[in-house]
């Protein structure tokens, strides 16, 4: 176990918020075609209450703070907020377009003692990029922010949600974040609008583009550990926990509503009206949330997938039922193994399918 | 002999989690976990405090550790610290930490 495995066991013992995802605004100078949050300014934070919050987290045990958005430098108190976080030790990761990043932004980042930020590029070429952005030019601006960034020696890595409209661009992506000297990170996932609005999914790429990239060893190693059958689950893996959502880590949106996680926007209280920690420890939402082991999923227990699937709660939450089946990652797993999940097989009328191979070894023959 | 100085850098990230302070490097994401004395050191790094002074008052007489031993133990931790950058040493008082 490595000692950052130690601190998340720790902290799911001690009930820490290990990890928040704080949204400072949803406002944003691009237009993403697949992007789930609504714009319009509905009465963010102010800078006070913004860190206020922060101080809430610091003594809540916060280590790890995603800023996220929108586009985090849309408001002009980014860096008091981000100077703020600092001073209370936060180890701080950035989620930005880079489009507002220049020489001096990037010096300032780095001034302020940044670990880690994320850049989204779509394509590297300006046509597929700025079409999905909605914004002209904005793949130059980009990619300009990510050598301002890199000159300061920050740690970028390049994110690139796939879609239909840019499916067959991520090995350019690829090459050019190995050009840059960034890390990439590649993300399938289209996830419905935060309002429950799922009119978005029809950008999710194909099953057989999905199979492709999961047969990729450019973008997945060893492409026969990562497409093995999954073994049989064990008692440990039944009375595991789905993920870290509402356990270690929460969500906090630019209007103070507190969720589980980003992608799980079950409303469990909110920062003006509570103290963070009083939410946390006691939202009945977020205890419902801890109470779901693996062995409580109706469907998903019964998955042969259920060990190694990437299930998500909040999808599943989104698609109507936290404790039911995320169909996008039943199709992630079957696509990387081949192997139907529960949920596919049982809306096709067809009982679960154990794993495919289980030898139990005779008695007494060991 | 001189006395030594210690300060914590700010280009890091810390957090105390179940009486263990967390400390990760911002500048190569090392990342530490420091036991109940050395956090005790950690804490009391203000860069205005000999270290002498600190492991006195803060280490011998909060642990049940003897002098020699505590500093010895101490010289370590700081050493190692400060060869990732995380803590600042000088043999004259720190004004800000860097």
Not at chain 1, 150 to 164: R, S
Request: with cysteine; charged share 20%.
């Amino acid at each position: 176990m490595t000692l950052m495995q130690e601190m998340n066991e720790r902290a799911l013992e001690l009930g820490v918020p290990l990890g928040v995802h704080l949204d400072i605004t949803y406002r944003c100078n691009e237009r993403c075609v697949h992007c789930y949050l609504e714009h319009d300014d509905h009465g963010e934070m102010s800078t006070a209450e913004i860190k206020d919050v922060l101080d809430q987290l610091a003594e809540a045990g916060t280590f790890f703070l995603t800023l996220s958005g929108g586009e985090i430098l849309m408001r002009r108190d980014f860096f008091e907020i981000l100077e703020h976080a600092r001073k209370l030790l936060f180890n701080v990761r950035l989620k930005t377009n880079g489009v507002m990043i220049g020489a001096e932004e990037a010096r300032r980042i780095r001034a302020l003692g940044v670990e880690q930020i994320q850049v989204s590029i779509y394509s590297h070429r300006a046509e597929i990029h700025d079409a999905i952005t909605k914004l002209p030019g904005s793949l130059k601006r980009s990619v300009e922010a990510i050598r301002f960034l890199q000159q300061q020696g920050l740690k970028v890595t390049i994110a690139n949600v796939l879609m239909t409209a840019n499916s067959g661009d991520h090995a350019g992506v690829q090459a050019l974040a190995k050009e840059l000297g960034v890390t990439y990170a590649l993300d399938p996932t289209i996830t419905p609008k935060i309002d429950g609005d799922t009119s978005i999914l029809d950008l999710r790429i194909p099953g057989a583009e999905l199979n492709a990239v999961f047969h990729n060893p450019e973008l997945v190693g060893n492409v026969e550990e990562f497409c093995a059958p999954p073994p049989p689950p064990g008692d440990d893996i039944m009375e595991g926990l789905p993920c870290s959502a509402g356990h270690t880590a929460a969500y906090i949106t630019p209007y103070g509503d507190v969720f589980p996680c980003v992608q799980f926007p079950l409303p469990s209280g909110n920062v003006r009206r509570s103290k963070f920690t009083d939410i946390w420890q006691n939202s009945p939402q977020l205890l419902q949330v801890r109470s779901i082991r693996a062995k409580d999923l109706p469907v998903c227990s019964t998955c042969s997938h259920v060990g190694t699937c990437t299930r998500c709660p909040g999808l599943a939450y989104m698609e109507g039922n936290m404790r039911g089946p995320s169909t996008a990652d039943c199709e992630k797993s079957f696509q990387r193994t081949g192997i139907p999940s529960a949920n596919m097989l049982q809306k096709a009328g067809m009982a679960p399918m154990g794993p495919l191979i289980q030898i139990q070894v005779p008695i007494g023959s060991s | 002999m001189s006395q030594k100085y210690i300060g914590r850098s700010t280009a890091i990230a810390a957090r105390l989690l179940g009486g263990e302070m967390m400390v990760m490097s911002a500048a190569d994401s090392t990342f530490f976990t420091l036991n109940e004395v050395a956090t005790v050191i950690w804490q009391a790094a203000d860069g205005r405090t000999p270290l002498a002074e600190i492991i006195e008052r803060s280490v011998c007489a909060q642990f049940d550790v003897e002098p020699a031993l505590a500093r010895a133990d101490a010289e370590q931790f700081v050493e190692e610290l400060a060869a990732h950058g995380i803590l600042l040493v000088s043999d004259r008082p720190i004004g800000e930490a860097a």
